[in-house]
């Protein structure tokens, strides 16, 4: 049986401290995550166990494979067990023009 997960859709425009989720009472689990881009350029996807981007990541992703001067437009981590995050959830990017997904539930 699959719990119905919900989805944070977060782009480079969004601030890390406004883009978090609190963990309340109950503990996030992170099924999926994955990463766009247009291809212009390497992309990182850092997601914190935190509710800033303070310490070390524990989900990183990274579209940065070239070929022909594109770079990866998409690449994803599924995660079974899910991830758990107790504090909170906060994404952060680096590159130019990403878009991040996480597919999540709540125990």
Same mark, same amino acid.
């Given at each position: 049986m699959?719990?119905n997960?919900s989805?944070?859709s977060?782009t480079s425009?969004?601030v890390?401290?406004?883009n978090a989720?609190v963990s309340? !009472?109950?503990?996030?689990?992170?099924?999926k995550?994955?990463?766009? !881009?247009? !291809?212009?350029?390497a992309?990182?996807?850092d997601?914190?166990?935190?509710l800033?981007v #303070?310490?070390?990541?524990?989900i990183?992703?990274r579209a940065?494979?070239?070929f022909?001067?594109?770079?990866?437009?998409?690449?994803?981590?599924d995660?079974d067990?899910?991830v758990e995050?107790?504090?909170?959830? #906060?994404?952060?990017?680096?590159?130019?023009g990403?878009? !991040?997904?996480?597919?999540?539930?709540r125990?």
């Open positions: 699959y719990d997960a989805v944070l977060v425009n969004s890390a401290a406004s989720i309340g !009472g109950g503990a996030i689990r992170v099924h995550v994955t990463l766009n !881009g247009d !291809g212009s350029n992309l990182i996807l997601v914190y166990n935190q800033t #303070t310490g070390t990541p524990e990183s992703i940065n494979q070239e022909s001067g594109q770079f990866s437009r998409y690449i994803e981590a995660f067990p899910p995050y107790n504090v909170g959830l #906060t994404l952060a990017f680096t590159g130019n990403p878009i !991040g997904k996480v597919y999540y539930t125990r």
